[in-house]
């Protein structure tokens, strides 16, 4: 029986089922992952880097690096079957049913091509827009992103436009077609935060206008925290603890979970000394007889390294993977 | 603990007694002139930029993307001439270096730089004593053996072990280690001076906290003076002592870092700090309540404040560009209606 993070059951708009992905010579990096996202839902992958959570988001996506495999498992978007699936139809869906936001946006966009153009060619492909339509709502998708001067900047090359200004376009470019879900894999993480806010805030306001789904990518807690309506924590290639972000937030049940908290952002100001996460993550394909995060948990005892932990169902859409849930339940808050 | 150590104090009444090692005053820099067809170099990069850092002490510069912020860290380092202003370093005029002088003056390291992406700024092929040896090489002044030992001091003063660092590559270290190598890079030639440009922006959270910890070491064991460039505030919470805030090639505030963030004097600052992520419920404004409305009026791009297309409290007298007024307790802000706007805001709230 695979492990399988409990969420809404009535008609996901994806869901992935036990899937393992591995990179280089068969190396395991991302383990038996379970997860669904409801119509119009909001979820945030949250771990710290090397986690696995791109490598999760490109597997969905179709996407994966040359090096990377999907081992086995299960992805449905809304019906469609994409296990497996031609790259044909893994092209039809993006774009269209689906949409992305990596980092590194600027190597999604075409060099030789303004970006405007880029924007308006895919309205008109996609949604039919006459040539004039399509730019009228490019320059408007421009505005919403926060980018000044959109009717400038549509006549830009994308080697014209800062980091920041790239990022902002892509987003656009992503949301144009009206996905079903949008994947934005620490898409804001580069922008300043008046812009994150906005790009966020845009966001929401797609998941209420048209039913957007969500899956928001991220290291920092503080990014989802007003954001997702549930959070999915990853650690070295597995999920470790689900729930919704109020209850992970205010109760988290998995140390992991805890200490990503003590790293998360506040928002105060005054002189502190920071907290960090001891150690490092384990390296990707590292055999663990038991508990990965073991030799970094504070809590950790042999029972923890002695054999697999599973993810257990807590009730109430939570789950984690600790094998001391009770010894820590009401310790880790 | 970390937190409670001794160190200079910045904000006091003595805080102004201490020589700056860096001033910059009325700095502006432009780019050369548009090419043809496109949009780049149009206007000025930097607008009468003035900053102070002192010895020991961190400040902060927040602003969005191509506020001038890199803009300001190249002039300081001689990479770009000022169309006008100064920059003086521990009181000497660097506008007077030229030639030989100014290479002499950067070979020296007494100013470094340290950059985002470690990868891409770090040569993949040198090792990391290769790495951390360099700029003792260009400075030239220490014989070998004195380099192996300051290489190592300095990988210690990271909390890099060098035995298991010194022969590795970039690609064999993690993002948080290759970033604690550069910075024992830019600390090798013991400079006075430290500008960082968005040191933690390619770190997860817990690195980030690690590398600022340093940072935050670093400025009171070695007296160093630091400027951290920063388009988001948690890149600085915790450790900065001022902060400088940036929009579109203007300082708009700066001033002690708690007492700007608290007490935002800019509405721009006002709306950084409101739209700032946060796990803790914190009491404070909503970004939508600084957001200008929906039928504010268009204002045209040139000569208005530079805010004003994006500001809430945008009024007639914002016509003309404010020029930065001095606060009490070491403030400053370039606006109309500096810490005033807060009561504008409860009578729209009220309206
Ligand atoms: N080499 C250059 N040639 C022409 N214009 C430039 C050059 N470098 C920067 N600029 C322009 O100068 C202004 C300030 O740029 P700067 O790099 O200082 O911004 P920044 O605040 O560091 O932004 P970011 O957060 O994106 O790094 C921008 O309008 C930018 O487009
Ligand atoms: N193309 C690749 N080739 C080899 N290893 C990879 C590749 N992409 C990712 N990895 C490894 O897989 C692990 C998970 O990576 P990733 O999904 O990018 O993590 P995250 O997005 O959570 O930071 C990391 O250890 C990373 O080094
Ligand atoms: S299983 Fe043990 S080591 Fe792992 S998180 Fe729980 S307490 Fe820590
Ligand atoms: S001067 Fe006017 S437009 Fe500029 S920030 Fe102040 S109130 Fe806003
Ligand atoms: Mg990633
Ligand atoms: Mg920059």
Redesign the pocket.
């Known amino acids: 029986m695979p492990d399988s993070v409990p969420g809404p059951v009535l008609s996901p708009v994806l869901e992935v089922t036990d899937l393992r992905v591995s ?2 010579d068969h ?1 395991v ?2 383990h038996d992952v379970s997860f669904s996202i409801g119509r119009g839902e909001s979820v945030g992958l949250v ?10 988001c ?1 597997s969905v996506l179709g996407l994966l ?4 495999e999907v081992d086995h498992g299960r992805i449905v978007l809304g019906g469609t079957e994409l296990t497996g699936a031609t790259r044909r139809t893994w092209n039809e869906v993006r774009g269209t049913r689906l949409g992305a936001v990596f980092q590194d946006s600027a190597s999604y966009l075409n060099p030789s091509l303004t970006v405007g153009h880029q924007l308006a060619e895919q309205l008109r492909v996609k949604r039919g827009l006459s040539r004039a339509d399509a730019h009228r709502r490019a320059v408007e998708l421009f505005t919403e992103v926060g980018l000044h001067d959109p009717e400038g900047v549509f006549h830009r090359y994308p080697h014209e436009l800062s980091g920041g200004m790239q990022q902002r376009v892509l987003i656009a470019i992503s949301v144009s077609c009206e996905p079903e879900l949008l994947i934005a ?2 898409a804001t993480t580069a922008l300043d935060v008046v812009i994150q806010a906005e790009i966020l805030d845009l966001l929401g306001r797609l998941r209420e206008t048209h039913g957007l789904a969500l899956l928001l ?1 991220t ?1 920092d807690l503080a990014v989802v925290a007003e954001t997702c309506e549930r959070i999915l924590v ?1 650690y070295a ?1 597995e999920i470790v603890e689900s729930g919704t972000t109020e209850e992970v937030l205010a109760r988290p049940r998995h140390p992991y979970t805890q200490a990503l908290m003590g790293v998360a952002t506040i928002g105060t100001w005054e002189r502190r000394a920071l907290e960090v996460i001891p150690g490092q993550p384990p ?2 394909g590292e055999d663990m007889p038991g508990c990965r995060f073991a030799p970094r948990c504070r809590f950790a005892t042999s029972a923890c390294t002695s054999g697999p932990v599973p993810l257990a169902d807590l009730g109430g859409g939570r789950a984690a993977r600790c094998a001391r849930l009770d010894a820590l339940e009401g310790a880790l808050a | 603990m970390t937190a409670t150590r001794e160190r200079p104090e910045v904000s006091g009444p003595e805080h102004t007694q201490v020589a700056p090692v860096l001033r910059v005053s009325d700095l502006s820099v432009s780019y050369a002139p548009p090419r043809k067809g496109t949009h780049l170099g149009t206007g000025a990069a930097l607008t009468a930029a003035s900053l102070e850092v002192r010895p020991g002490e961190i400040v902060g510069i927040v602003g969005e993307t191509g506020s001038g912020k890199t803009t300001l860290a190249r002039a300081t380092v001689g990479l770009v001439r000022p169309a006008a202003g100064r920059i003086e370093l521990d009181g000497q005029d660097m506008g007077s270096l030229k030639g030989r002088a100014l290479r002499e003056f950067r070979r020296s390291g007494q100013v470094q730089l340290v950059f985002q992406d470690p990868l891409r700024s770090l040569d993949p092929d040198l090792t990391v004593a290769e790495l951390v040896r360099e700029p003792l090489d260009i400075a030239g002044t220490l014989s070998r053996a004195e380099r192996d030992v300051r290489v190592a001091e300095s990988l210690r003063l990271v909390g890099l072990e060098p035995e298991s660092m010194l022969g590795r590559r970039p690609r064999q270290l993690s993002g948080g280690q290759r970033q604690r190598v550069s910075l024992a890079r830019a600390i090798s030639t013991h400079p006075k001076l430290l500008f960082c440009d968005e040191p933690v922006s390619a770190l ?1 959270v817990s690195n980030r906290n690690l590398v600022l910890s340093l940072l935050d070491r670093l400025r009171s064991e070695l007296g160093l003076a630091v400027v951290i460039i920063a388009h988001d505030l948690s890149s600085l919470a915790g450790i900065a002592d001022r902060v400088a805030v940036f929009y579109r090639s203007r300082v708009v505030e700066q001033g002690p870092i708690q007492d700007v963030l608290q007490r935002p004097a800019h509405p721009y600052t006002g709306l950084l700090t409101a739209s700032a992520p946060s796990v803790a419920h914190v009491d404070r404004l909503r970004p939508e309540q600084l957001r200008p409305q929906p039928d504010a009026r268009a204002w045209p791009s040139h000569g208005v404040c530079v805010f004003a297309p994006r500001c809430r409290f945008a009024h007639d007298a914002c016509a003309d560009q404010p020029a930065p007024v001095t606060l009490p307790g070491d403030r400053e802000a370039a606006c109309h209606v500096a810490g005033e706007w807060r009561t504008h805001l409860t009578t729209t709230k009220e309206s």
């Open positions: 990179v280089g190396l990096a991302v771990g710290e880097s090397g986690s696995g959570k791109t490598l999760t490109r690096p040359a090096t990377g894999d620490e990518v290291h990853m290639g390296s990707v | 997860d």
